[in-house]
């Protein structure tokens, strides 16, 4: 069975508690309120009877005193009491009827009556024929049956009086006995109040600890534990809903961090174990390109003897006998003399591409724009037999071995000049610009172009695209090249080019404040020629025919 929401504990428990709440402060209310009419009853009607009563009845005996003191005197001042009270019973009749509209008793209404007609009988049956009387004959003319006969109207009033005083005491006495019974209600339901309130903070305080506090702390341990790194500590808690759910949805997110543990560690051993055999494979690669390397220098070095034996004898064969045996025998020396001159430029081109990186130069500040000169130089007869013209921009100072740079130079000149146009005059321009914290150079002719489709295929070595015949070479320029750029730290590719000829791209990595060195920009001329310059160049095998 599902727990209850948190929400809707609360709401029963805050209802229950107002509603308890809501009936104390009712009856609180009702005492209160009995309480001030009670008070009312005391202090004001019951008080107000009192006192009226009290007056009413000195007045009535005054009135009494001053009529018998006239009536044997006969001198008016001494009436005055009497003139006074004239309006004593209607002082009576008029108390009696607040009593009855304030206190709806009965007795209390017939007793303040009673008293107010006998005190009017008094007045009406002797007081006022006795001063008539004796303001017109004089006091001789009073008897003392007469006195008699007002000394017993005056008590039946004096007694109807009494008893209605009696009466509003005991009423009065009524009132304080109720009012001290509804004050003491009012000082409980007060008490009741208080202690409904502490009963409802505390109720309150209990739920919120044992649907709140306590799953929450319980939740924050589990959690506090699997974030330690207790993955097998499962996060349960006992409460309202909203707090099992919160605890589920973290549960399920810790399974999710187990299982995603356990697929980080299979992983991170597949990659350790891949790590390891690619470790491996790569000592052996170096091993076996270390073998490579020291077979082509070994092999290309130990053949050149036998290479040059090869080609003198044959050179000398044809020198001494050519022209004296029949045409096919010159025609088969002349193979044997090409055969030899190619395979020593191979060798030569070979044993230059394997000491690349393999035999350390010294490392220094190199001025490209005099590298492209001494490879100019090195080109020279060449550059001056094709016309072409050699033209570069500002071309930086940057940290490498100097005959390498020069080699690329002359390779990558060279190969613009070998595969020129036949309608155009050879062009090459060399431009520099810095790119991301790199130097980015360009070799750019008007030669007869690379078809776009073998723009990766030219870098590999021994590639051609040509056959030998149409123009020679090794097909190991343009990879010399490569790893000329590559052992520098930088790139080499052929962008698109629009227009006609080729353009190669190149970088070599740059320090923070080089600058771009002055250079000559107008066309360079050559005047030599290395006897290897024509053989290492070799960059025909991408050219498009």
Known sequence: MASTTLRRRLTVLLVAAGALLGVVLVL????????LAAQEAVTGVYFEAVTSADAAYVGLVD????VRGFALTGDEVTLEPYLRSLDADVSFAALADGLVTDVPDSDLSAKAEAAARAAARWHEEFALPLVAQVRAEGTASVSPEEVEAGRVLFDDARTAVDEYVDEVRDGRAAAVRDLARWTSATGGLVLLLVLAAIGTGVALWIALRRWVLTPMTQLSLATRAVTRGDLSHVVSVEGPGEVEELASDVERMRLGLVTQLAELRTSREEIAQAHDRLTEQAEELRRSNRDLEQFAYVASHDLQEPLRKVASFTQ???KRYGGQLDERADQYIDFAVDGAKRMQRLIQDLLGFSRVGRVGGEVVDVDLAQALARAQDQLSERIEESGAVVTHDDLPVVRGEEPLLVQLFQNLVGNAVKFRHPDRVPQVHVSARRVDGAWELEARDNGIGIDPQYVDRVFVIFQRLHAKDLYEGTGIGLALCKKIVEFHGGRIWIPPTEGE????RWTLPADADETP???????????TTPADAGENPGHGDGRRS
């Open 28 to 35: 609180a209310g009702f005492v209160l309120a009995r309480a």
């Open 501 to 504: 000829g080729t353009a190669i």
């Open 316 to 318: 000398l064969l044809q």
């Open 63 to 66: 009135a009494e005193t001053a």
């Open 517 to 527: 060195a002055e250079a000559d920009t107008t066309p360079a001329e050559a005047d």
